[in-house]
């Protein structure tokens, strides 16, 4: 069975510019998830969606931070504009619609905003 | 507020030295204990789920365990390719609390 896919793995840009994740959760899972690592915070929730609809949005930054899913197989990150600070790997997560469902990490993208 | 607090952040181990690591954790309601193994460059990778004080689970050398305030991870006889960063994240029961709050990690090297 294919994992959670994310794409770009690596990406580097400018400050100002616009940047767009993306991720493909498992295929039948209800949950997906937005994390965010860093060095000094470790990795945190952004926002997470059930059923496309999102839930929790309280980890996003600030307004420079969007989140979408059209359906139930794509989601989108999108930042605008970036800065230095975004620097990060962010993760995407999924998982099935139980309690206690394991959440299934994809590889990542690797952000550098010079 | 959820808080992870794990340690020690970084542990170096002789190949065959068994050793434990911690996870501190705070919740109002606690659904799940979870504990992920991180290689570099990759995502994190599901180990353990643990839901109630008492729990036990084992997998290979490794073995989790649960308390009311904290969770242990204990490696027994470890090898090279144990070596990655451990962690420990904990699930609210409070509705609408489906994300993971994570600890920082423990950063273990086991030298042949």
């Known amino acids: 069975d294919a994992g959670v896919i994310q794409s770009p793995r690596h990406e580097v840009t400018e400050m100002g510019q616009e940047v767009t994740l993306r991720c493909k959760p498992i295929?039948?899972?209800?949950?997906l998830f937005w994390y965010r690592q860093t060095m000094m915070r470790g990795l945190e929730l952004l926002i997470y969606?059930?059923?496309?609809?999102?839930?929790?949005d309280s980890g996003m930054p600030e307004d420079r931070f969007s989140a979408k899913m059209p359906n139930a197989s794509f989601s989108t990150l999108k930042i605008q504009p970036s800065e230095p600070r975004d620097s990060a790997v962010y993760f995407c997560a999924s998982s099935r619609s139980i309690p206690q469902a394991t959440q299934y990490f994809g590889p990542g993208t690797r952000l550098t905003v010079l | 507020e959820d808080q992870v607090t794990q340690s020690p952040e970084a542990l170096r181990l002789q190949e065959g030295e068994s050793s434990s690591l911690n996870c501190s954790y705070t919740v109002s309601g606690l659904r799940g204990l979870f504990w992920y193994r991180q290689d570099p460059g990759k995502g994190p990778e599901f180990l353990f789920t643990?839901?109630?004080a008492g729990e036990e689970k084992e997998k290979e050398r490794l073995k989790a365990t649960l308390t009311k305030k904290e969770s242990f991870l204990h490696i027994t006889a470890p090898k090279p390719e144990d070596s990655a960063t451990y962690l420990c994240a904990v699930q609210d029961a409070g509705g609408g609390a489906d994300g993971l709050t994570f600890g920082k990690g423990t950063h273990l090297i086991i030298q042949p």
């Open positions: 643990l839901y109630s």
């Open positions: 295929s039948g899972h209800d949950y």
């Open positions: 969606f059930n059923n496309n609809v999102p839930i929790d």
